[in-house]
C-alpha cells in the first residue's frame, strides 16, 4: 500500500515544512505508513532551521497521483495546495487558519485559533502520550517563533507561549537568541530575484469580491528592500496583469520594530487607504503595529472592501 502524504501549502514558510516533518513523526510512532512532504522550495528561514538540525527536507512533489491519501498541515484551502485535490482523500487536516475547503465526505479535522500548527501538533503529541525528542522540539518551537515573531504577534496565544517554553526546555535552546538568529537568516533576499521575492509568501485571497494578493517578507532594515521599490512595482504590475488581480499588495514586515511598510498596486488600491487610515504616496505607506496578515491585514481588507 502507498504510504499517506503529509504536506503543507504552497510557497512553504517554516510551519508548513516542520508540521510536515513533525506529524509525519508522530504517525509513524502511531504506526501509520507516512511521508513528509512539500510543495515548493525551502525558503531560508527553514533552511537555517534544517541546518542546524542536520536534517535533509521533505520531499518535494509537484502532483499527487489521483486516488492517493493525503493529510494536510497548515492550510485548508483548495488555492493554496495541489491542483488535483479533489481526486485523492483527505484523511486528517491539522490547521491554524479559517476553514476554506469542503469535502463531500467526513475526516479528522484539528483547526485551532493559536499562532502556529506547531502549537497544535505539540498539544496531539501529549494527547497520544508520544514522547517530544530533541530534534521534533526544536521543530515546533522554530514554527512557533516564526508564525508569532518571537511571540510578539497579536495571532500569538497564551497557549503558543506555553508550549514554546516547554519545547525551549526540552530543546535546550535559548528562545532569544537562537529564534533571533533564525528569523534574521529568513530576511535575507540576497540571490533572490525580483520574481522570487514577490512569491516567497504570497497567497490569493478574495476579500468580499475583490481579488487580491498578498505578499509577505520579513527584514531586519525596511529601507534596504525599499531599495528595490522600482523593479517590485514593476514585478507586482506583471503579476497583476497576468492574474487580472484587483490589489497586489506588498507587506514588508520589520521583526525588530514590528511595523510594516507597504508596497499596494491594482485599482483597489484604495483598500488600503481606507482600512487604515493612512495616504499611499507613490504606492507606499507605512503600517504602524501591523506585522500579521493572518489577524491584522485579511480580515480588516475584508470588511473594508
Do not use: W
Not at 176 to 197: H, N, P, Q
Not at 223 to 230: L, R
Amino acid at each position: 500500500m502507498a504510504k499517506i502524504l503529509i504536506f503543507g501549502h504552497k510557497n512553504p514558510d517554516t510551519d508548513s515544512i516542520t508540521s510536515s516533518l513533525v506529524l509525519a513523526n508522530l504517525e509513524t510512532k502511531l504506526g501509520r505508513e507516512v511521508e513528509s512532504c512539500r510543495l515548493g522550495k525551502v525558503n531560508k528561514e527553514t533552511q537555517y532551521v534544517l541546518d542546524y538540525l542536520g536534517i535533509e527536507p521533505p520531499r518535494l512533489i509537484e502532483k499527487v497521483e489521483d486516488g492517493s491519501e493525503v493529510i494536510l498541515v497548515d492550510h485548508a484551502s483548495d488555492k493554496e495546495t495541489i491542483e488535483n485535490l479533489d481526486k485523492v482523500k483527505i484523511l486528517k487536516i491539522v490547521d491554524h487558519h479559517k476553514v476554506a475547503l469542503n469535502t463531500a465526505y467526513p475526516l479528522y479535522y484539528r483547526a485551532e485559533p493559536v499562532g502556529c500548527t506547531g502549537t497544535i501538533l505539540y498539544k496531539m503529541y501529549k494527547e497520544n502520550q508520544v514522547e517530544i525528542d530533541k530534534v521534533m522540539a526544536t521543530l515546533m518551537l522554530s514554527a512557533i517563533i516564526s508564525d508569532t515573531l518571537l511571540f510578539k504577534s497579536p495571532t500569538c496565544t497564551s497557549e503558543d507561549k506555553e508550549a514554546g517554553k516547554e519545547l525551549a526546555e526540552i530543546s535546550g535552546l535559548n528562545p532569544d537568541t537562537y529564534g533571533l538568529e533564525m528569523l534574521k537568516a529568513g530576511t535575507d533576499l540576497a540571490g533572490f530575484s525580483i520574481e522570487e521575492i514577490l512569491s516567497l509568501d504570497a497567497k490569493e485571497f478574495d476579500l468580499n469580491g475583490v481579488k487580491a494578493v498578498i505578499n509577505q517578507v520579513n527584514t531586519a532594515s525596511i529601507e534596504d528592500v525599499m531599495q528595490m521599490k522600482a523593479d517590485l512595482e514593476a514585478g507586482m504590475q506583471k503579476v497583476i496583469d497576468e492574474k487580472s488581480l484587483d490589489l497586489f499588495m506588498l507587506l514588508i514586515t520589520d521583526i525588530v520594530n514590528s511595523n510594516s511598510q507597504t508596497i499596494t498596486l491594482g485599482k483597489r488600491a484604495d483598500l488600503i487607504e481606507k482600512s487604515y487610515g493612512v495616504k499611499l504616496e507613490n504606492h507606499t505607506a507605512l503600517l504602524k503595529g501591523v506585522v500579521s496578515r493572518k489577524k491584522q491585514v485579511v480580515p480588516i481588507l475584508t470588511e473594508n472592501a
